[in-house]
Nanobody, 129 residues
Framework: QVQLVESGGGMVQPGGSLRLSCAAS????????MGWFRQAPGKERKEVSC????????FYTESVKGRFTISKDFANNRLYLQMNSLKPEDTAVYYC??????????????????????WGQGTQVTVSS
């Protein structure tokens, strides 16, 4: 069983920044594709960004391109999501995800949330003035 523990959520004004962190096992970091999904109130969970097991290929949903950056920190076994220029529509619970499939394309992982093997508990991000 893989445990994913998110942190870093909170409340920020529009235009502000937050960095989400997801702690995972060393094995998961090196061998699993990982990603971030989000769920706004009353809406279904949607993809935000995904990254390959090696951390060398990334996918971003159109609405966050140029504002969010996903990365893997192999030294500290953490997945990050740096979020800049935040907008009210970014308000949601953000979930860390991992998929046990070596070599999967990050866009494919993001497109199939039903196939995700492990989920974190979620962290709330609220963007409001």
């Amino acid at each position: 069983q893989v445990q994913l523990v998110e942190s870093g959520g909170g409340m920020v004004q529009p235009g502000g920044s937050l960095r989400l962190s997801c702690a995972a096992s060393e094995f998961a970091m090196h061998y699993y594709a990982m990603g971030w999904f989000r769920q706004a109130p009353g809406k279904e969970r949607k993809e935000v960004s995904c990254i390959t097991s090696a951390g060398n290929n990334k996918f971003y949903t159109e609405s966050v391109k140029g504002r969010f950056t996903i990365s893997k920190d192999f030294a500290n076994n953490r997945l990050y999501l740096q979020m800049n220029s935040l907008k009210p529509e970014d308000t949601a619970v953000y979930y860390c995800a991992a998929r046990d499939k070596w070599g999967i394309d990050p866009q494919e992982m993001c497109a199939r949330s039903a196939a995700v093997d492990y989920w974190g508990q979620g962290t709330q991000v609220t963007v409001s003035s």
